[in-house]
């Protein structure tokens, strides 16, 4: 291939099992330590993952795909990642949240803020 490869075109390979020519030149927008992050949020891959990082750095990356290749079981993942908390600058907006969260009154949510 002589396009530059994804980041999710890199992980549809490894989790397809479907072979591409990692190499520096195709995957220089590919980080390896996105890919171990990626895998290491899945329960099954975390061992895998732990013993590749323990030596991450003294590894070639073309060497740690074809680990990743070989050592990975194949299947689809769908690992969330965790969202932003949704801020509340607005004091009103402040009184709802308590009064619904906690089953509360107006006036007692607004004696709690103070």
């Given at each position: 291939m002589g396009d530059k490869l994804t980041l999710t075109e890199v992980l549809?390979?490894?989790?397809?099992?479907v072979p591409i020519d990692y190499?520096?030149?195709?995957c220089k927008d590919v980080?390896?330590?996105?890919?171990?992050?990626f895998y290491s949020q899945e329960t099954d891959c975390i061992d895998i993952v732990n013993e590749i990082n323990d030596n991450m750095y003294y590894?070639?990356?073309p060497l740690v795909y074809k680990i990743l290749f070989d050592k990975i079981p194949a299947g689809r993942r769908y690992i969330k990642y965790t969202r932003a908390i949704k801020?509340?600058?607005n004091y009103e907006?402040?009184?709802e949240l308590?009064?619904?969260e906690y089953g509360?009154?107006?006036n007692e949510a607004r004696m709690s803020l103070i």
């Open positions: 549809d390979s490894i989790n397809l099992k190499n520096k030149d195709n980080s390896m330590w996105v890919i171990l992050k590894i070639p990356e801020k509340v600058n907006e402040k009184i308590l009064m619904k509360i009154s107006n």
